[in-house]
């Protein structure tokens, strides 16, 4: 397997594919790529939802189904919940039950729901860009969301990870030390949020992680330059104000990426002694599902500069967000960008 292949390039979402020719969001792919403006604009609105703003008829009429291949907890129940929130009809697809068991691929099980008037696709997929080759395939008026593909991009969990951030931190990130921790290799939500960072004009960026789980920084499509690229935890965490804490995939431990929990545990997970080493008033993330005592420890996750809660809460908002400026009409003019 090439490095390459290891960790794909998502400049391979086109973003003709994810704007129209006015440049209006057509399609969620990736956050390759997306304007400073079109993210504010959809954080901002994110904002008002947090704030207590409804728009229960937003969406009313319109159908919008969770097309996922792969489990989920948070992505899957807060898209359904921003939905119902904006007054959608919601379908659920359970692929362990659904007729892809018998053969039938991703692209005439979207093809299928949508002849039943379905016009949003929230989809989860194993494969990388796979929802570049399925928008080929739709509707002109049939809009795609990408929640998480491959290793390749989870780009609500990057919007979510942005408004959790500018509450705790306000609106100016260009001073902020964020440090990404973990199974980068494997991670989309780490290539969202790396993407995501910059554009909000994050410059000192650490990524730390086991040398087996990194990325090669010649072979990672750009995305790690520019970034401090460490083996040492306590190295990333010096002086850091954001700890963004990764999920280690604990599914890929037969490949021998890692010795053993303990080990990873000893090297990169973050224990309350290690926090003290960030800023005092550092705040902790993580995307979840958390490996309890493997890449995080009870104390801090469950602490007071946890804001791994907050996170969750923030996603129904940001998929409300985003649900909306996809799918509401008129569409809203401030999806331009
Ligand atoms: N953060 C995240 O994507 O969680 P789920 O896999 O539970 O959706």
Redesign the pocket.
Known sequence: MTPNSLFPNTLGYKSELQTDAEGVLHHLLTLDGMSRATLSRLLDRAQEFADGQDAPEALRGTAVCTLFF?????????FQRAAQRLGADVLNFDAATSSTTKGETARDTLKNIEAMGVRGFVI?HHEDGVLNELARHIDPDTRLIN??DGRSA?PT?GLLDMLTLRQARGEDFSRLGVAIVGDVLHSR?ARSDLHALRTMGVRDIRICGPAALLPPVDDSGGMLHGCTVTRDLDEAIEGADVLMML?LQRERMEQGLVTSLEDYHRDYGLTEARLKRAASDAVVMH???INRGVEIDDAVADGPQSLILR??AN?VFVRMAVLEALLAKPKRDDAAG
């Open positions: 792969e489990p989920s907890t948070r992505t899957r129940l807060s989860r929640a998480g989870h969990q939500v999920r995307p979840g599902p996170q969750v996603g």
